[in-house]
DNA sequence: TTTATTAATGTTATATTATAACGTATCATT
DNA sequence: AATGATACGTTATAATATAACATTAATAAA
């Protein structure tokens, strides 16, 4: 099993988070022949430096602040577009919003675990729950292609303090 | 493992799975002194009686056809929740659309295989899944409260269609 | 059976999320 | 430099969802 959970409910250096992802993307774009222009570049950063998933319009108030001059919407969707192409990023369909991939190169489950109370999000990846739909897919003779997997619930840190404040 | 695969991807008697899912409906509702309007009656129905998901506006217009008269958002949106709240339908939050849940009784898995050529959408039912989910939640200290998991590919049907045309 | 209370609906307006269409600029190759 | 492909700017609008408040219907209490 491979988790950003530890990374994402605790604190920790994230500068270096951010700057493993971008070198990470520019590896990836290289490789692919793809262009990580500055906005696309600029909207991944902005995905890994919130702590949460964030929303096309709040990517637009970001991006628009970063650069100090109005962003439309078209190009918040083309840049996530993009480096939704590329397994950079993931969209939470539940949510309507977008979250840096922390592992794009690897295979693996799409399997988010959403806080309901802090909205931190980690992500998953999971070889018996593929292995499993894998199988379930294959009973029902459905041919599997793609998946959404979408836990809701409290994250260590908002569970610890629920647990708390009912015993306090 | 419970699912109503076959049901869904393969011609049988509709009308009898939507008087039973009315029925069941009119039971829960009885159950648990919620009413069962004629508004919330006619969309659980138009559900059951299409073969996919339906969205919001696919609903009013439906409805609006079927009332002879305009019918707002406001309304679908409703009804839609309030068959949600007893667990009588689900919502596909990567289709924004609506489906009815075909065992409302059960624990279940919230999980769908759809149909990205046709559209039909099988739900299954499945402990095995449950359990991993609820144990990978557990390793991560997260407090697992609902999910929505979502596969996408071929069902079937068109598994068969596209195997034929590349055959022949 | 009136009255009070709650639940459900009607209606209008608007917020939020996403895409279309088309012109302009930038980049890569010749 | 000319060309073609890719990316971006800009405006408009489509699609999905909710807010707010008035009205009606159903249930409960007096």
């Given at each position: 099993?491979l988790t950003?959970?530890?990374l994402?409910?605790?604190?920790?250096d994230?500068?270096?988070?951010?700057?493993?992802?971008l070198?990470?993307?520019?590896?990836?774009?290289?490789?692919?022949?793809?262009?990580?222009?500055?906005?696309?570049?600029?909207?991944?950063?902005?995905?890994?430096q919130?702590?949460?998933?964030?929303?096309?319009?709040?990517?637009q108030d970001?991006?628009?602040?970063?650069?100090?001059?109005?962003?439309?919407?078209a190009?918040?969707?083309?840049?996530?577009?993009?480096?939704?192409?590329?397994g950079?990023?993931?969209?939470?369909?539940s949510?309507?919003?977008?979250?840096?991939?922390?592992f794009?190169?690897?295979?693996?489950?799409?399997?988010f675990?959403?806080?309901?109370?802090?909205?931190?999000?980690?992500?998953?990846?999971?070889?018996?729950?593929n292995?499993?739909?894998?199988?379930?897919?294959?009973k029902a003779?459905?041919?599997?292609k793609?998946?959404?997997?979408?836990?809701?619930?409290?994250?260590?840190?908002?569970?610890?303090?629920?647990?708390?404040s009912s015993?306090?």
């Open positions: 099993m950003n959970s530890r994402v409910h605790q604190p920790h994230h500068s270096r988070c951010i700057n493993a992802a070198a990470s993307a520019n590896n990836l774009c290289a490789e692919k022949n793809a262009r990580l222009t500055a906005t696309r570049e600029s909207v991944l950063r902005l995905l890994w919130s702590h949460q998933p964030l929303g096309a319009y709040q990517l970001r991006l628009s602040k970063l650069l100090n001059k109005p962003v439309a919407p190009t918040i969707y083309r840049a996530v577009d993009f480096l939704l192409q590329l950079l990023i993931h969209r939470i369909a949510l309507n919003a977008y979250i840096g991939c922390p794009p190169n690897s295979e693996h489950s799409n399997l675990m959403i806080c309901t109370d802090c909205g931190s999000t980690a992500e998953v990846a999971h070889n018996t729950i292995d499993l739909l894998q199988s379930i897919s294959d003779h459905f041919t599997l793609s998946q959404s997997l979408e836990l809701f619930g409290l994250c260590p840190q908002c569970s610890a303090d629920t647990e708390e015993n306090g």
